[in-house]
């Protein structure tokens, strides 16, 4: 009983703790990612998790800020939203992007956008402001008993206000101890690779990252000298 009672209250914890947006943008420009900061229109906690609708449009000072920004348009835009779980956004995107963006080299990436009180929706306004083919939202999927940072991927194509949960594609439970950054970068990393081919996401495009891994060749072992 008492370890349930613990993980309840870190689960309801993670859903009302804010995300320290200060700290993430320093340490996303210390990896040398360039970043901008928006707001869903959610003006706080208590309307975000009572208005979802609110936590899936931008706030009228994020739209125009994004709307005048004048950068080229980008292949690719990632979003950190906070979700349900900011300690799944603030300790999971940055690994996962350290471990994604370098087998990226050949795309043309936007800044990570910071969104906070978002939902996973928000990330088709900044996405379709921004001009990008793609956009990949980053967010603290809903807390469990036993997971209360786990990490959402979702990745739509030709992001708009209006697109539907079928048009998207999502990766799950990002956590060390959950899904891994590298097994997660390798299956995002296909299917962006994927939806630019094909110029679709969602229910026409299929995750077969982990056929392609069975299939690929072992590497030899350390000190395998088989020549």
């Known amino acids: 009983m008492l370890a349930f009672n613990l993980s309840h209250a870190q689960a309801r914890d993670a859903v009302h703790h804010p995300l320290d947006v ?13 970043t901008l900061d928006v707001h869903s229109a959610a003006p706080d906690r208590e309307h975000y998790l009572r208005r979802p609708d609110l936590g899936r449009r931008l706030s009228d000072e994020s739209r125009v800020a994004l709307g005048q920004l004048k950068i080229d348009s980008p292949e690719v835009v990632f979003v950190i939203g906070d979700g349900l779980s900011a300690f799944a956004a603030s300790k999971q995107s940055i690994p996962l992007l350290q471990a994604v963006v370098p087998r990226m080299a050949d795309w043309k990436i936007g800044p990570v956008v910071v969104a906070r009180q978002a939902r996973v929706a928000l990330g088709d306004e900044i996405g379709e402001l921004l001009n990008a083919k793609l956009v990949v939202m980053l967010i603290g999927e809903r807390p469990g008993l036993s997971s209360p940072d786990s990490l959402g991927i979702y990745l739509t194509y030709a992001p708009k206000v209006g697109c539907s949960d079928a048009q998207r594609n ?3 439970n990002v956590r060390p101890e959950g899904l891994n950054y590298e097994s ?20 026409g495009l299929k ?3 982990d056929a392609l891994l069975a299939s690929a060749p072992t590497p030899p072992a350390v000190g395998d000298d088989s020549n």
């Open 22 to 34: 200060d700290v993430l943008h320093e340490q996303l420009r210390a990896q040398s990612f360039s």
């Open 170 to 172: 999502c990766i799950s």
């Open 184 to 203: 997660a970068a390798h299956k995002l990393h296909y299917l962006l690779t994927n939806a630019r081919r094909l110029g679709l996401t969602g229910v």
């Open 207 to 209: 995750d077969d990252s």
